[in-house]
């Protein structure tokens, strides 16, 4: 029945042909070993890949061995890397999930084209769907949040990925798993998304599911939908910015009379300018911006946008990059959620996490640990002045940040464009050099903000 | 606070203005009798509703008293209404809920009339926003079931209905109920969508509140950032409609050749074609129609769709009404959710209800209540023909419809138009006549089908 399914499946969406070789993410929790069994039973060309994150120790190489004695059970090629996925988050600056999903991926990506398999193949099903939507939904989305994951995905020519269960939900795969005995190990992990997932698939599904018994056959419709129409919203935005933005040079120029013209404003401005950095908040005051005299400026961390009046008398928005680190000033009214890039010239990355007894302060003046209860928004991000001081880590006392700089030796074009952290009025950091004594870690912080600082 | 609060939300959304007076519909219960303190405390000019639906006996009687009670204490004027919710669900064919709601609000516009109110005012807030998003999510929706509750909603000049608390969250109401010592009634009753959203309030809600703290503050601008993504696409539905549809006489004409090219078309012809009474999977094979030869033929309750050749040789969906129930032929796949219009002269109202104690069997031969499990769809819905046979309630074997409109001593025209249903290609009910004795309701009964038929 799931085997008449799965193939069916895969003709409708042409997933992949016949005769094609494809390679089987396995991580060896139920998802992934119904996957392989099934396509085993089908008699399908595959390979089984199985990353070893490294995160959860014995249990972490338990997983692989039990993946790869599998692979040998049904006499198909087994790839296994291993990564130390807690260095690389650290070493990019990004989180340990994303630093995860690169590595995995792209790991894919390479066997697949190496090997000349026809793509990757995952075991989401439509749980795990739902559990995103509700996910997204919870912590506050756009209809982006709502579309589902697509069965076929093609990110370039040899990286493609299939999602070949996405027409089943767990109980059948479980079902199928109980039916034909198959072994699956249980992950124990328990980072903050799996966590949160975890409270999602059992406790809030169920009772949806109970309400609407027909839940998991409606779900593909209702999803089928919102991807349709996200895809509608789109193009109404790409046309009607086509109309609105003129380019002058570098810059894009937005007529006032014409925004003022748009139904929706706020949506579709917020929409148009997210690919610069602009958050919701700075959307509304530009908004206002329009109904007062021009000269007013907004930054995000990589882009301005100043109410302007051009030398033809017309009056609008004039968006540009912003590439130098002198002058340069953004204000932050939340943590942000992916690294920001300052004036062309560098990256910073942003996590709050817990502090557990784990926690080791990093020696790399490149990295700051702050205690996140003592930062206060908006968090200002900018070039040093002449004046500003702070109270440099260890040091008994004030210390001015032009005195730090020339204490570091550092050429003249690195001290022009040194870059301040203020939590408030009060600088934390000067980034990539030294923090602030009162925003250091110590035995009472509970969460800790870290800042990793990187030239581009 | 919460009354400061309650005064920003109403200026800055032009709810009212300060000496408008207003009518506050008051149920009893937490939200409205907070409601009415709220609005007692700030020196609004208000009276108050209140409908006594007579659905649970003493109670609902007790209910009435209660809050007439209140409005003598606020001195306000009071307005107190008794409706036989059941019987006018019975009369006009239509849900209860639904006869609860237009009642109720058909009643409020008539005082706001005659008292020169400014407007109804209700007491929704955040909770139930969140709660009718995933209700709908759980029963299947579209973008329209994401956008929300409108703070005011304007059905006529003298038919206003405002919600200022949409701001506030049901716990910030609740901490003001204790905090004021207000006195408030528990709502008992237990209809499907009560319990369904009671289900969702204390085992969903809490879940997804405790995964993000922050999620009341980001609610409204995730339901607001839905309400626009909607407007857009409405907005690219008309726009492409009115480039495809070209009227010939009372027709639509749509050229396959202009559907062909439209990105996303089964989610545009659903769309366009849902008012119509079109159902996603006639859609799906309306679509496959195009590529097969012309003369297939799809009809809604409503009207009927040919995939035709128009005398100038061009290819389309040919749109029209269906107004004669002779040659009438329609086919559901599902319980509809609204009553159904059959050939302009007839209206046609399903629902299914669990089977209880009070249940009645009704008198009335234009409402037929089968037993539900037994219906097996294709329902089909068409006008009686020559050879027809059914075995009447209460009648030892079968009998000929003809036979049947003939013992009725119907006018030629009624019976020609009689309509018959069928559960697959078994006749369950000579629609208005007579049902069949094999689909009645017996002592098994578990779910009762309740069709009731009306002339126009």
């Known amino acids: 029945m799931l085997e008449r399914e799965l193939l069916g499946f895969i003709n409708e969406n042409r997933l992949f042909g016949p005769t094609d070789r494809v390679l089987l993410a396995v991580s060896g929790g139920l998802d992934s070993m119904v996957l392989a069994e099934l396509f085993h039973r089908t008699k399908q060309s595959f390979a089984i890949a199985h990353v070893n994150f490294g995160m959860r120790g014995d249990e972490s190489d338990a997983d692989a061995v039990f993946v790869q004695n599998k692979a040998k059970a049904y006499e198909v090629p087994f790839h296994l890397i291993y990564f130390d996925t807690v260095a690389v988050a650290a070493e990019r600056g990004i989180s340990i999930q994303m630093a995860a999903r690169d590595l995995r991926y792209n790991w894919f990506a390479q066997l697949n084209e190496q090997h000349g398999y026809a793509g990757t193949v995952t075991a989401h099903h439509k749980n795990d769907v739902l559990e995103t939507l509700l996910l997204n939904l919870t912590r506050g989305t756009g209809l982006a949040g709502l579309h589902g994951i697509a069965a076929r995905q093609e990110r370039s020519a040899t990286d493609v990925i299939v999602r070949p269960l996405l027409f089943a939900a767990r109980e059948q795969l ?3 798993a109980r039916e034909h005995g198959i072994l699956y190990r249980e992950d124990r992990s328990n980072n903050d998304d799996k966590y949160a997932r975890n409270r999602i698939r059992h406790h809030v599904v169920p009772v949806l599911a109970e309400l609407n018994p027909g839940l998991w056959q409606i779900l593909p419709r209702t999803i089928e939908r919102f991807r349709a129409a996200e895809a509608l919203v789109l193009a109404e935005l790409n046309r009607s910015w086509a109309t609105i933005a003129e380019p002058i040079g570098p810059q894009q120029f937005l007529p006032a ?10 949506f579709r401005l917020a929409e148009w300018l997210r690919p610069y950095g602009f958050l919701a908040d700075q959307v509304t005051q530009l908004i206002e911006s329009l109904n007062r005299p021009v000269g007013q400026v907004f930054a995000s961390t ?14 609008g928005l004039l968006l540009e990059v912003l590439t130098s680190a002198s002058g340069y000033e953004v204000n932050l009214s939340e943590w942000p959620d992916s690294p920001l890039h300052i004036a ?12 557990t007894t784990a926690f080791r302060l990093p020696t790399d003046p490149k990295i700051a640990c702050l205690d996140a209860d003592l930062i206060t928004f908006p968090l200002t991000i900018r070039t040093w002045r002449q004046g500003d001081r702070f109270h440099p880590l260890g040091l008994n006392g004030h210390k001015l940040v032009s005195d730090l700089l020339n204490d570091l030796k550092l050429t003249r074009s690195e001290r022009e464009q040194a870059i301040v952290l203020l939590s408030a009025d009060q600088i934390v950091w000067v980034a990539g050099r030294r923090i602030d004594h009162r925003y250091r870690v110590t035995a009472k912080t509970r969460q800790i903000a870290r800042f990793i600082w990187q030239n581009k």
Do not use: C
Request: proline fraction near 0%.
């Open 174 to 176: 479980a079902d199928y």
């Open 344 to 355: 062309g010239q560098f990256i910073l990355t942003v996590d709050v996490v817990e502090k």
């Open 257 to 266: 009379n014409k925004l003022m013209a748009q139904t929706e404003l706020a």
């Open 302 to 315: 990589t882009h301005r946008i100043v109410h302007d009046r051009l030398a033809d008398g017309r009056i």
